[in-house]
């Protein structure tokens, strides 16, 4: 059995839906914590996917599907509150009349130095029972240096992006695939075999060493690092092999699903695809966004998964999902856990 510390995962991730209604300011709601990284996506218009930190402060915007730099949106995401955020009329966070969601993560405010490393961070935010820092730090482009990520335990995956500089990738790191092998999350590429992201060095408990990659350590430039720990009953970073067929795999996670991100890491041409259980409350899931595109929110039904009280099933042969002999990577955070510290069972959808 999945036992977990966290029986109420919504203390520390949650996913809001709402209308813009073009307003500034706009209180969003209902959170129900402060939320240090917000993740917002239009779902009925084709707005980018808007990534904003306490870290780095409100009114900051980092878009996920380009390769832009950091900018200032003073009219975006205004300020964060105990219970949600305060958003402008930027089209990107408040188009009147179209519909959003936003993802929510808990770290630990802004933060402050991490000076384990050779690099000290600008700022880390942690929140080591969740599994999640957020850390801000000028690169260096020198092969081998390394900075301090707080977690207390060795990070199930990472995603680097830098801020102050137009052109680099975001990249990723993956327990699965290994430091040896880098992913683009504003591309459909399946990435591949790289030493510079993190200079093919495994992330240890405490550190994460990096190579000259200018999307992670580029000379003078800040960048920012979001990096994950896996938690029982709460959070899986994890990877399956698609059948190609419509009973597709069972991936086991110890968690009902609130929210998945997949990726097909074998074959190019195929999106970042995520779901959750706000958008989508009834199995199959198959109201779609991406986070390597602007496009609307997909509900066309060709894609399917099922969330259960102990993981997900591929309910579709999309190659998004199911492509035979591919494999995949993925990332889930609970709704609710499979077993709490209570003994009590989630029961499924």
């Known amino acids: 059995m999945a036992y977990t510390t966290i029986n109420k995962s919504s203390d520390y991730f949650n996913t809001k839906l709402y209308t813009g209604n073009a307003t500034n300011p706009t209180t969003i709601s209902g959170i129900g914590f402060q939320p240090d990284w917000v993740w917002t996506k239009g779902r009925s218009a084709a707005e980018g996917n808007r990534l904003c930190d306490a870290v780095r402060g409100a009114t900051k915007d980092l878009i996920s599907n380009t390769t832009a730099a950091e900018t200032t949106n003073a009219i975006g995401l205004k300020s964060f509150n105990s219970d949600g955020y305060v958003i402008g009329n930027s089209n990107g966070y408040n188009q009147n009349s179209q519909t959003f969601v936003s ?12 000076t384990a490393g050779s690099i000290n961070t600008t700022y880390t935010s942690v929140n080591t029972t969740a599994g999640l820092s957020i850390s801000t730090y000028t690169g260096q482009a020198s092969a081998g240096a390394t900075f301090g990520h707080g977690l207390g335990v060795k990070p199930a995956m990472i995603i680097f992006k830098c801020v102050s500089v137009a052109g680099p990738s975001w990249v990723v790191y993956h327990q699965s695939k290994g430091a040896t092998y880098t992913l683009y999350l504003d591309q459909t590429s399946p990435g591949g075999t790289s030493a510079e992201m993190l200079n093919n060095t495994e992330p240890t408990s405490s550190l994460i060493t990096l190579g000259n ?54 074959t190019a041409g195929y999106d970042w695809v995520m779901d959750d259980v706000k958008r ?26 099922d969330y259960l009280s102990n993981g997900f099933k591929i309910r579709d042969d999309h190659e998004n999902y199911n492509k035979s002999g591919d494999t995949y990577i993925y990332m889930a955070f609970a709704e609710a856990p499979l077993v709490g510290t209570n003994n009590v069972p989630a029961n499924a959808r």
């Open 103 to 114: 993802w929510n993560w808990k770290a630990n405010g802004q933060g402050s130095s991490n």
């Open 213 to 266: 990659s200018t999307s992670s350590n580029s000379s003078g430039a800040s960048t920012i690092a979001y990096c994950f720990a896996e938690k029982t009953g709460y959070s899986k970073f994890g990877s399956y092999v698609g059948n190609g067929n419509n009973n597709g795999s069972f991936i086991y996670t110890g968690f009902k699903p609130a929210f998945t991100i997949i990726k097909n890491t074998t």
């Open 280 to 305: 989508s409350p009834f199995n199959e899931m198959n109201n779609t966004l991406y986070a390597n595109a602007n496009y609307v929110e997909y509900t066309g039904g060709a894609y399917g998964i």
